[in-house]
């Protein structure tokens, strides 16, 4: 099943995923824009946006090695901060003009205090506090977070963010979330238009450049995509779940094998648009805090949720007639190995098959991956 | 009905022909540099075998393995793990767990009643307990596979071998012979080791007998005996060579293929 | 034995409590090292609390589920008991079936690459192996595996109907995050009461700090005594010990104070004798976390004896606390949460940010003339291993030698104790040091 969608701005969206800077991005450098990078889905975007700057969400897209970066990690940490902090050490992330960590995970809440020692020339790092639990003193303790960082970004960018542009910024955002969803829609079908792999592309590329431009192609996108058919030919439909997946060639590999992508529960995929930023509350920055500690599907980082992972997880299932999960996680990150674990019993009581896979950040041994996709899918009888 | 299963493994290759639900010959070669190599010189003698004279003669062919997509003459390739299984339960309709050992991975399949694969574990990421780590330490001790074997079935007293990479295996296993112990002994611990490793991965799925040995090192009784202590159960022996077992699953899923309808067990049918 | 047939839960905790009643009458009980002596009447604290617990169960009394860092004298104060649902890791060194249950724990599908203790305490939950309290205090902190075990409790069957309480971490060290954990605290309390019915007196909660005040300055007394060259004490007592009476089964108690004053007058007597664990102090050394405690005699002894190292300081001995501020309500939950948060050991590492990886080193190699810095490298410490470049660099600006493992604190058999033994040799020739 080759990617089928021929279309101009498919492309730019696809060559947004391969590469970090992309041209719709260089042109706003150009431009004298600012860029601040993120490494985590619950960091506020919105406050970014608001301070008139372009919020990039941190990957290691077209990292070869971790030669550098080896003598500040071990062999048991997770791929992907030590590619992205391989990057930062030979001066690939210096079109970045910030960088915002979060603590959310033991693997890349690290990257904080090694950039901050070593990688010199960064203008901005800061660190932000993400609650574990999702109740009320936690919402009143992100939204102060939030708080705390409006006034950093001003302090340092010169830029003063009133309730108003934020809120612009967030009826943007909110934008952005609306069309990515209507993308998903059209995957319910039989033969969905959008592979997988091809709408992985497109969530990745939102998280790399403006939000206006973004929406603006992702509508141009959706036109051309309207009252379109795929070719069909997959065995099965196939929900994947799991953490920072940013690489559509591993959705490939998988759809290589007739296991069509129809929906997901990822962090470039529905978690981050399922559900929209409340624009009802008159306090926006208490409305950015609900969203992204309470309101939005939340990933295992969060404590006592796993009941609503779950029931995320199976109706997703049935509303997208999914055959079977896959659950990727990357070697060594404890929290999606005991949700997997958990998710499982959970599926299986549901009568949902399920596959789980441990993977590298940079995609490789693709003949592994194969061999148990094909036999997963040959033991659901297609 | 001629059909044909091609199984391309990383060490060997095999090769089982099919007529009207019973085998009529089976051939096993090592592995050349390329698989395509590999697939037709072992499907060629294996028609040979069979007095056939080419491969159109046969119906359908299913390849499997590890070179499976590199089988140019294959209608269609389904993995190891699904043939495997299918194989081992018609040659032993009363198989439920099928641990096959290859040359570099080894997996664990638990089936339902008619050889659906339900769920299934693999390793391979590391060479302990598949062939590689067995070639490996017979080199080491300079006993060949077959005194592998021999060796651990006389061990009395295992040695415990802590290491759980295969590459400080060898190591471990150097430095116990030259501290003087008993090569048996040595043997017996290495293969408790890996039937440690084996055991861990059945119990991931759940053990329920029939448990059986596939792949090359089935055929070292001094690993079936390891595992049978380790697991409790009797590991039950195929009727025939194990190492086709993958062949086997190929040929009969080209039967279904043919006769569209599933292929009823007809235990071990040589014709 | 009828208890273990209504309570199958209780099966490995009470084989705990006969394996160190059996540890304490066959051997400690026999020696007549003072070191020993102390150590006796460190089981006989872990025994007071096993049987406490077991009577809770057996005549269905309160008790808790929780952890050493989350203010336990809070439930000294309460006359609550408590246990840790991991604590066998901790105390794996003498259970004999540790092995069978790390290989359980990976067949139940956990893998091989998160935190053991963790692994195992999932698997005592899961096989119902874990004793069910009237009310869990759930642990968030330090790392990813706190929060995912109690994930897993949270979800088991036997414990989902338990009422569970998990105060909330802030990643950072400052006035802000005090006053948000303290408020955690509080609210942790008034679940407890809720729960098990009983109520905490404020003043019982003083007089229980002061204590527990007595205990920290002894503490770090004896701390100043491991200063000495040569240190009055290495790994055969001190860290573990002290952690384990101010922290796990003592705190607040006035047998704690007793403990400490008696520790304080052996190390004294050593350091007036200018003795120590070893004929000749050639190495002294800090082990930079929990001591490997599933193979702990078939190392720690050699280092003694093979290379005269001696362990001055370990991750647990560690001393950075201020006393407790017991002159008004407000100030002892500050003082509660900070020890709790910002000093308890593991916790103050591991939970924020990399500073104190940094900061400990700092000190402790200089106020206890340390040799050597070892980072051993437990497998399940994720966010220690991506901070060896600090470490590293920190120990070079010290002019400190550093060496990074990577074992096992709890599975031999992921890094041998032979290959640790190696490793440690090569290391200690190449640095001239021994």
């Given at each position: 099943m080759e990617a089928k969608i021929k279309s101009k701005v498919f492309e730019q969206f696809s060559k947004a995923s391969k590469t970090l800077l992309n041209p719709v991005l260089r042109n706003w450098k150009d431009q004298g824009g600012k860029i601040v990078g993120y490494f985590c889905s619950t960091v506020p975007e919105e406050v970014i946006t608001a301070a008139g700057l372009v919020p990039f969400r941190m990957r290691a897209t077209g990292s070869t090695s971790t030669e550098e970066s080896d003598a500040y990690y071990?062999?048991?940490?997770?791929s992907f901060p030590r590619h992205c902090f391989n990057l930062a050490l030979i001066g690939e992330f210096k079109f970045l003009d910030g960088v915002i960590c979060v603590n959310s995970c033991d693997h890349v809440r690290r990257i904080y205090d090694n950039w901050k020692r070593f990688v010199p020339g960064i203008p901005f790092i800061e660190v932000m506090s993400l609650p574990r639990k999702t109740e009320a003193a936690q919402v009143a303790w992100y939204r102060d977070e939030i708080n705390l960082l409006k006034g950093k970004l001003e302090k340092h960018f010169g830029v003063k963010i009133s309730n108003e542009t934020l809120r612009k910024a967030i009826k943007l955002h909110n934008e952005t979330r609306r069309l990515q969803k209507k993308l998903y829609e059209l995957r319910k079908q039989e033969e969905p238009p959008i592979t997988g792999a091809e709408t992985l592309a497109v969530m990745v590329a939102g998280t790399a450049m403006p939000k206006g431009q973004y929406n603006e192609m992702l509508r141009e996108l959706l036109n051309e995509l309207r009252g379109k058919s795929g070719p069909g030919g997959h065995r099965a439909r196939i929900m994947l779940v799991g953490g920072i997946l940013d690489d559509p060639e591993y959705i490939k590999v998988i759809e290589d094998q007739g296991g069509l992508v129809v929906t997901d529960s990822l962090c470039f995929g529905t978690r981050i648009m399922w559900v929209e930023v409340d624009e009802s509350l008159t306090d926006p920055v208490e409305a950015l805090a609900r969203y992204y500690v309470s309101e939005r599907p939340s990933c295992p980082r969060f404590y006592g949720e796993h009941d609503n992972r779950a029931k995320y997880v199976i109706d997703m299932c049935r509303e997208f007639k999914c055959d079977g999960v896959i659950g990727e996680r990357l070697m060594f990150c404890d929290s999606w190995l005991v949700e997997h674990y958990m998710l499982g019993q959970d599926l299986k009581a549901a009568g949902i098959p399920m596959l789980k896979l441990d993977r590298e950040y940079i995609t490789g041994a693709v003949g592994q991956l194969r061999t148990r996709v094909q036999a997963f899918l040959e033991t659901m009888g297609r | 009905m001629l059909v044909g299963g091609c199984d391309v493994g990383s060490a060997t290759g095999k090769a089982v022909v099919m007529k009207d639900g019973g085998i009529i010959s089976w051939e096993i070669i090592p592995s050349t540099t390329k698989p395509e190599v590999t697939a037709r010189t072992v499907m060629n003698k294996a028609l040979e075998k069979a007095g056939l004279s080419s491969i159109t003669d046969l119906d359908y062919i299913v390849g499997t393995g590890y070179g499976r997509l590199k089988v140019p003459f294959a209608n269609e390739n389904i993995s190891e793990i699904t043939c495997h299984a299918k194989g081992a339960q018609w040659l032993?309709?009363?198989?439920r767990t099928v641990v096959d050992i290859g040359g570099q991975d080894c997996k664990v399949m638990s089936l339902g009643e008619?050889?659906?694969?339900l769920e299934f574990v693999m390793n391979d990421r590391c060479a302990a307990g598949t062939g590689r780590f067995f070639e490996a330490m017979a080199r080491v001790l300079d006993c060949g596979l077959q005194g592998l074997s021999e060796l651990s079935l006389q061990g009395r007293n295992p040695a415990t071998i802590s290491s759980q990479c295969s590459v400080f295996a060898e190591s471990e296993v150097i430095t116990l012979v030259n501290e003087g112990m008993d090569l048996a002994d040595i043997v017996a611990g290495l293969h408790a080791s890996i039937a440690s490793r084996l055991n861990s991965m059945v119990r991931k799925i759940g053990l329920v007998e029939d448990v059986v040995l596939t792949g090359g090192?089935?055929?070292?009784d001094g690993l079936a005996k390891a595992l049978e202590d380790k697991l409790g159960v009797a590991v039950k022996k195929l009727p025939l060579d194990p190492q086709i077992a993958g062949a086997i699953g190929a040929a009969l899923i080209a039967a279904e293929r043919v006769s569209k309808r599933p292929v009823k067990a007809v235990p071990g049918k040589e014709v | 034995m009828a208890l273990i047939d209504k309570h199958p839960e209780l099966a490995r905790y009470l084989s705990e409590f006969e394996w160190f009643k059996f540890l304490r009458e066959q051997t400690l009980a026999l020696s007549e090292i003072p070191e020993m002596q102390l150590q006796v009447k460190t089981i006989d604290s872990l025994l007071k609390m096993y049987s406490r617990i077991i009577d809770a169960v057996e005549n269905d009394k309160p008790f808790l589920a929780s952890y050493?860092?989350?203010?336990?004298e809070i439930y000294t104060a309460m006359d609550l008991p408590y246990y840790m649902v991991m604590q066998t890791p901790f105390l794996a060194s003498s259970v004999p079936y540790l092995l069978q249950d790390i290989d359980a724990a990976e067949e139940m599908g956990l893998g091989n690459d998160l935190c053991t203790a963790i692994r195992l305490a999932i698997y005592y939950v899961e096989a119902n192996l874990s004793p069910l309290p009237t009310c869990a205090l759930n642990l968030l902190y330090p790392c990813d595996g706190a929060p995912l075990l109690h994930e897993v409790l949270k979800r088991n069957e036997r414990w989902r109907n338990i009422p569970m309480f998990a105060p909330d971490p802030p990643y950072y060290a400052d006035e802000r995050s005090l006053e948000y954990f303290a408020g955690e605290l509080r609210r942790m309390v008034k679940f407890i009461e809720k729960h098990t019915g009983k109520k905490l007196d404020l003043d019982e909660l003083k007089k229980t700090l002061d204590n527990s005040n007595e205990m920290y300055r002894l503490w770090d007394e004896y701390n100043q005594l491991r200063r000495n060259v040569p240190s009055p004490h290495g790994w055969g007592i001190g860290g573990p010990q002290c952690f384990s009476q101010a922290w796990v089964y003592e705190a607040g108690t006035l047998q704690g104070v007793e403990w400490f004053r008696k520790l304080v007058e052996i190390a004294e007597l050593n350091v007036k004798n200018g003795v120590g664990p070893v004929p000749e102090e050639k190495i002294r050394l800090f082990w930079?976390?929990?001591?490997?405690?599933?193979w702990v005699f078939e190392f720690l002894p050699w280092l003694e004896s093979e290379w005269g190292a001696v362990m001055v300081m370990d991750m647990f001995a560690n001393f950075p606390y201020t006393m407790i501020d017991t002159s008004s309500e407000e100030q002892m939950w500050l003082g509660l949460a900070k020890r709790n948060l910002f000093d308890s050991p593991m916790v103050r590492q591991a939970r924020g940010v990399a500073d104190n990886f940094a900061n400990d080193i700092k000190r402790i190699v200089k106020d206890y003339k340390i040799d050597v810095v070892i980072w051993p490298g437990h497998m399940g410490h994720k966010d220690g291993s991506a901070t060896v470049g600090i470490m590293r660099e920190t120990c070079r600006d010290l002019n400190v030698p550093f060496i990074h493992l990577g074992l096992d604190l709890f599975d031999k058999r992921y890094s041998t104790p032979d290959q640790i033994k190696d490793k440690i040799s090569q290391f200690f020739r190449a640095m001239g040091l021994g």
């Open positions: 071990s062999s048991i940490n997770c | 032993l309709p009363t198989v008619n050889g659906k694969v090192c089935a055929k070292n | 050493y860092c989350l203010a336990p930079f976390d929990l001591l490997p405690f599933g």
